[in-house]
């Protein structure tokens, strides 16, 4: 029994990485007494973001949420995050407030799979097996795992990312059908984004692994175009509507321009060589030469860094292996290069890296199986110089006259050295100790440097939010969990935007911090001139009226107001505010201005604007004046703050009368003395369609907005969202299934026949 437990190397792979996992975690987990939170974006979103998608999918709301900022597509916002995710499925099982307890276990689970998957691919190009359950761990807990441990999605892609590769080798090598279409349809599902640099990448592993070292594997290229095409066609589900989403997205619209598309800052280069030689660290406070950096730039591998790497490319000189790395350090020097992996964004994130250190890792493996050919005498020295020219440099040299070197915490910059260095020192003790101590110190060394620094950069990051783990659970949770859900057509608006406290409460909110949010949104912000990059900012003067935020949750006290309620969350008083003045989802213009009018305007007096009057489209003037008179400041009174009140009480004689929401649509009542133009503070769409009294109706974009026309008296408004692009995918995901499942039947039917020929 332990000679079999011992040959299953897959088992081995799963469950050294699942230990040093548990092993990193629990001390923290622990002291949280079952919770985990870190810092930063762990706390703001991916907490809430889980709890908020196991809400919406067990209330059936999967089309349009309302509970997603102002309102967004709930496939379109989570696609990206984690409907995709097998790890987000399994949180299903338990019901959404148990996901803070659950969260730091499944984490665990996802290093343990990204164990086993990266053994799947390493196992395949050395012999002793053995060796590859080190290079899996090496992958598993590598520099951008701890980096990027606040990102809690990221570490999904790293787990399942090495599917991809052994789907080619399997295609190619095996010239078995159908795995690569496989590992195509979870990587597409998984991650949309992430997905589009991975396909960049295995385009060069081909080219590189294949085609230049055996011509004749070209036949394999309409192969692997099929298998590919079938993938993301079973995926489609998801990735054609978050493809339509994402074309539409400002944050993808903007990209590197001139110089620098060529060429990084010094800074960046030092932080590259930094990411190689030393141990990550976490992004939001470091050490040198950036104070914080959000673009995961960390490629360290536990204990053995680039030792093993640089002497397998040393000896290795015209190996497809070697020419992969250089290539993918060529590809990382050069921004425009690097940018191909992120869908181009003006951002440089290096969250790519994983993708190279896959193969590091492939790279350590082998030199390490076979120690009596490579020497490190050479690229030990380099190494250590390395290190040791790169700590001096940026201690003790002058960056400017007025900057005297670029340290911001010495002690860790000094802890992180340590680590680096003594690894490589004992790296290299190891490689030349006895063969019978050899795997075994290998073993316990790698071991505890996977452990040592996945926990220290989980340290840090706790330590920078200075919260324990139930002070982040009261705060996010807690706050508003017994929050009154059922309050359309009106929101709640929350302090401090970027927690996110309303996701998980599941509760309408004026406002979230989520990147992925209705393009509408993102062209309303835009329009009143404060713009809206990851989180929707609190607006001008007006802003909270027009988007019917009639409650304020929020720890502070508001001089010369009382609070409707109070109540503790835990940490302290939260107080609740009620607006009566607010307006409702849904009320009518008598005027209007146009955009090229709008835009003259102060931003500061924007939103006003748009209370006081109806604010369209140039191109949508011809239409609109039919009913609405043009704004008049002389007849209609001067848009300033003095005359918000007004405003606002001339919209609430015509405003909805009944409101009714569904994961569909929503439908109002009003009720108006001629024929006008009624506003919903809803996200413009293409998938809307809207009927008044039974009478179908074009939708207007307003700023990011909607409106549509109305007659004299009761309207019954109703607008539909129908998601074509969803419908599209699941079409498509249904037909590609059903020919993949034909093509293996045929292929296994082959196959038997030829074995009874035989």
Known sequence: MKKRLTNNYYLCAFMASLCCGILAFIYFILKGEGLFTLSNDFNAQEISFNMLANNAIKSGEVLWNWNIDIGSSFVETFSFYNLGSPFFWISLVFPAKAFPFLIGWIYILKYAIAGVTSYAYIQRFVKDKRFAVLGSMLYAFSGFQSCNLVFYHFHDVVALFPLLLLGVEVMVEDDKKGVFALAVFINALLNYFFFVGEVIFVIIYFVIRFLLTDVKQVKKIVNAIIEGILGVGMAAVLFVPSIMSILNNPRTSQHLWGANALAFGTRDYLQILKALFFPAEIMSSQSTVFQE?????????????????????????????????????????????????????????????????????????????????????????????????????????????????????????????????????????????????????????????????????????????????????????????DLEQDILPYRYGFWNTYVNRSMAAYVPSRSSFCSTVSPGIFEFYDALGVGRHTESPQGPEGTNELLSAKYFITGDFWEGRTPEAQYTNGNQTINVYVDDNTLPIGFTYNTYMTKSEFLQLDSSLRALAMLKTLVIDDADENQVKEVLRHYDAGIDGAIEIGSKEVDINKHSIEASEKFDVTSGGFSSVITTDKEKYAFFSVPYSKNWQASVNANKVSIININGLIAVRVEEGTNDILFEYIPKELYVGIALSIISFVIWGIWMFTVHHKKEREVIHK
């Not at 050295?417 to 050899?438: A, D, E, F, N, Q």
């Open 293 to 481: 950096n959000w673009y995961s730039v960390a490629a360290y591998l536990p204990m053995v860094g680039i030792l093993f790497v640089i002497a397998y490319m040393a000896k290795q000189k015209k190996d497809w292996l070697t020419r992969m790395l250089y290539i993918c350090l060529v590809m990382a020097l050069i921004p425009v290069l690097n940018n191909i992996f992120v869908m181009f964004t003006p951002e440089v994130y290096r969250r790519w890296y994983y993708m190279p250190i896959l193969l590091m890792a492939l790279s350590t493996s082998k030199v390490l199986e076979n120690r009596e050919k490579y020497s490190l005498k050479k690229p030990f020295v380099g190494v250590m110089l390395s290190i040791g020219v790169i700590y001096c440099f940026i201690r003790f040299f002058p960056w400017s006259e007025t900057v005297p070197n670029l340290i911001y915490r010495k002690e860790l910059f000094n802890l992180i050295t340590v680590i680096g260095g003594s690894g490589c020192i004992i790296s290299m003790l190891i490689y030349k100790s006895k063969p019978k101590r050899y795997f075994h110190l290998l073993t316990f060394g790698i071991s505890i440097f996977c452990i040592g620094t996945t926990a220290l950069n989980i340290h840090l990051y706790r330590f920078n939010s200075q919260n324990s783990a139930q002070t982040v659970y009261n705060d996010v949770v807690v706050t508003g969990q």
